[in-house]
């Protein structure tokens, strides 16, 4: 069974630092994918937040640019995301994605953990 599994969610004071972690399960073949972190804050849409392709190109929503940084590790399945300089509106679950890029543009593929959940409040 393929599985995402996020961690490394919390509460932090703004201006603080989290750094989360996708852990693929055996069952997906890691490399092939292009990874995705998505945010949903309550009472809006999910959103595209970085992206990362097979060969390690990144990508990120203009708000967080500069502050989060997207990477992954093939021989460890696993996919991060290390959020600086965290803002109250970051505050949100944070979900990944394995996906593909078609004309560089991310779709997110079937595979989605169940979220890990990031506030960020004095």
């Known amino acids: 069974q393929v599985q995402l599994v996020e961690s490394g969610g919390g509460l932090v004071q703004p201006g603080g630092s989290l750094k989360l972690s996708c852990a693929a399960s055996t069952g997906i073949i890691f490399p092939i994918y292009a990874m995705g972190w998505y945010r949903q804050a309550p009472g809006k849409q999910r959103e595209l937040v970085a992206t990362?392709?097979?060969?390690?190109?990144?990508n990120y929503l203009a708000v967080v640019k500069g502050r989060f940084t997207i990477s992954r590790d093939n021989a460890k399945k696993t996919a991060f995301l290390q959020m600086d300089s965290l803002k109250p509106e970051d505050t949100a679950v944070y979900y990944c994605?394995?996906?593909?890029?078609?004309?560089?543009?991310?779709?997110?593929?079937?595979?989605w953990g169940k979220g890990t959940q990031v506030t960020v409040s004095s």
């Open positions: 990362i392709t097979p060969d390690g190109d990144t």
């Open positions: 994605n394995a996906g593909t890029f078609i004309r560089n543009d991310y779709r997110p593929g079937d595979y």
